[in-house]
């Protein structure tokens, strides 16, 4: 399985940008696609996630500015963000949870590669 970011970049305070991440491969179901960010020094940390029955959860430093979404047909997911701040610097990261792929029993868990977003002030 494989995911792809795209969609970052630099904006202005204030600006808005939207993040795609698209999962490819033998893939069943997702049972939870999220976005992830990262700062330089800081630890990963959560932003939204969405599960498959599109119920979704965003951090508090995010909520009424960024929105998710995802298509499930598709395995596609979408981060809307919108009033972006310069603290919202940092490499923003797809992750599809619990996924379950064919032949298979188990479920795992799939990064992305990361995408740059860098709001300047």
């Known amino acids: 399985v494989r995911l792809v970011e795209s969609g970052g970049g630099l904006v202005q305070a204030g600006g808005s940008l939207r993040l795609s991440c698209a999962a490819s491969?033998?893939?069943?179901?997702?049972?939870?696609m999220g976005w992830y960010r990262q700062a330089p020094g800081k630890q990963r940390e959560s932003v939204a996630v969405i599960t498959s029955g599109g119920l979704a959860n965003y951090a508090d430093s995010v909520k009424g500015r960024f929105t998710i979404s995802r298509n499930n047909a598709q395995n596609t997911a979408y981060l809307e963000m919108n009033s972006l701040k310069p603290e919202d610097t940092a490499v923003y990261y797809c992750?599809?949870?619990?996924?379950?792929?064919?032949?298979?029993?188990?479920?795992?868990?799939?990064w992305g590669q990361g995408t740059q977003v860098t709001v300047s002030s």
């Open positions: 992750n599809a949870g619990r996924v379950g792929i064919y032949g298979s029993d188990a479920v795992y868990d799939f």
């Open positions: 491969g033998d893939i069943f179901i997702i049972h939870a």
